[in-house]
């Protein structure tokens, strides 16, 4: 068995502990769940940033652990502050240390956009994030149906939450709805969890011409950023660069600056 069939499998687990412990209803109950989502494709193609979604994670399967130390509710702020474009929180617990709590601690703080970063494979978890605050939800290709996409997609979008589809290889875009209005390509294998950033030249033309496309994984340096930008990509999704260093925020902060420079020289 795969990492990610065990990621999955221990998820479908939890979810069904979830269900019976704080069923749809009682979620619907949520201070969040009537409140006002912050769009994720207007901040990231805001000429004003850098289109960069920086992300909170204390560990991975690949790294281990990253940051033991730093706490949502004070790195989200700092990254919105330094000027991200939007932040990424992940909530799996068992493999990335992350909590629902994550993303409710941090959203008192935030007035960006707040992307859950989840394995979501049921109607259940979309709820479950508008309940949280987010006002966004990722979907990854390589774990649903074309049809389960489409549903849940669906959903979330009644819920006014955007959806970030993601894709690993080439025959990802096929599962895409209709209309899709944001597409990551993500460089880190769900197998093994290594990256390679070739991946992502080989799938941007395949995406549609319409989607805003956005580059996961393995950026970190700014000339990356530039040339990525070059191709194609409208938004940067960066974690581990950002959070294996004592203070998050301020290496986002260098890092924005970093390629506002470059950016400069280069054009």
Known sequence: MSLLEKIVKAKRVEIEKCKTANPSASLEKSEYFE??????????????????????????????????????????????NSGASAV????????FGGSNEDIVNSRKLCDGPILRKEFIIDEYQV???????ADAILLIADILTENEMKNLSALAESLNMEVLFEVHDESGPDKLPPGARLTGINSRN????KTNL????????KLPGDTIKIAESGIHSAETLIELKKLGFNGFLIGEHFMKEKYPGKACRKFIQEVKYYGSVSS
């Open 190 to 193: 769900l197998e093994n969890f």
């Open 35 to 80: 409140s006002v989502t912050r769009s994720l494709s207007k901040s990231l193609l805001d000429k004003e940033k850098q289109g960069i979604i920086a992300e909170f994670k204390r560990k991975s399967p690949s790294r281990g652990l990253i940051n033991s130390s730093a706490l949502p509710e004070n790195v989200c702020p700092q990254y919105l």
């Open 88 to 95: 990424s929180v992940l909530t799996n617990r068992e493999f």
């Open 127 to 133: 709820v479950e994030s508008k309940s949280i605050g």
């Open 198 to 205: 070739d991946i992502l030249t080989q799938i941007i033309n």
